[in-house]
């Protein structure tokens, strides 16, 4: 389906449009909010991109609760490279 974009100055104007769109079959789609550029950091080669704050981490919170993990621990042990 084409698509135009329309730009008005007047907020009575888009009640017209949407009040058209009844009899004229075409849809309204509101713009998204303006997404911030994410900033990227590259380190050794490697993108890191931050992290996503909608990500739903609870399902994690029973693997990890009563294990007595410790993040230094975790990074010595379990992160070395094996030569």
């Known amino acids: 389906m084409p698509d135009i974009i329309v730009r008005y100055k007047n ?4 009640e017209a449009l ?12 509101l713009p998204d909010s303006p997404k911030k550029k994410e900033k990227q950091i590259s380190l050794n080669g490697v993108t890191l991109i931050p992290a996503d704050s909608s990500v739903d981490t609870t399902e994690l919170v029973e693997i990890f609760t009563g ?3 410790n993040s230094s621990e975790l990074r010595n042990e379990a992160w070395q490279r094996k030569k």
């Not at 907020?11 to 888009?14: E, H, M, N, Q, S």
């Not at 949407?18 to 789609?29: G, M, P, R, V, W």
């Open 11 to 14: 907020k009575r104007t888009l």
């Open 18 to 29: 949407q009040d058209f769109a009844k009899y004229f079959d075409y849809e309204i789609s």
């Open 67 to 69: 294990k007595n993990i």
